[in-house]
């Protein structure tokens, strides 16, 4: 089945950097758009960014100039690069796939960003 998994958050001091890694397994990880999705205390779930099997890339308004995707096709990991983070960019982070029709989601990894 298919399995995704969070690591790399943590706590961080506000302007610094931190990298998230979501590793996958039971798809053929290659073909598939990996999108990293936030959640923040009371608020609803929202994405982050995403990338293609192309390696084409969405980003939230919030994420643009500061977060990078990337991929690593060899590794099946989706990794987000997050520079520059404010107190705001604290949430639970989640790594998400579709596959034939259905949402698979990891169990989130959290940042913690201090002012």
């Known amino acids: 089945q298919v399995q995704l998994e969070e690591s790399g958050g943590g706590l961080v001091q506000a302007g610094g950097s931190q990298r998230l890694s979501c590793s996958a397994s039971g798809i053929m990880f290659s073909i598939y758009t990996m999108g990293w999705y936030r959640q923040a205390p009371g608020k609803q779930r929202e994405l982050v960014a995403e990338i293609t099997m192309v390696d084409s890339t969405t980003y939230a308004d919030s994420a643009k100039g500061r977060f990078t995707i990337s991929r690593d096709n060899a590794k099946n990991t989706v990794y987000l690069q997050m520079n520059s983070l404010k107190p705001e960019d604290t949430a639970v982070y989640y790594c998400?796939?579709?596959?034939?029709?259905?949402?698979?989601w990891g169990k989130g990894t959290l940042v913690t960003v201090s002012s």
């Open positions: 998400k796939t579709t596959r034939r029709n259905k949402d698979y």
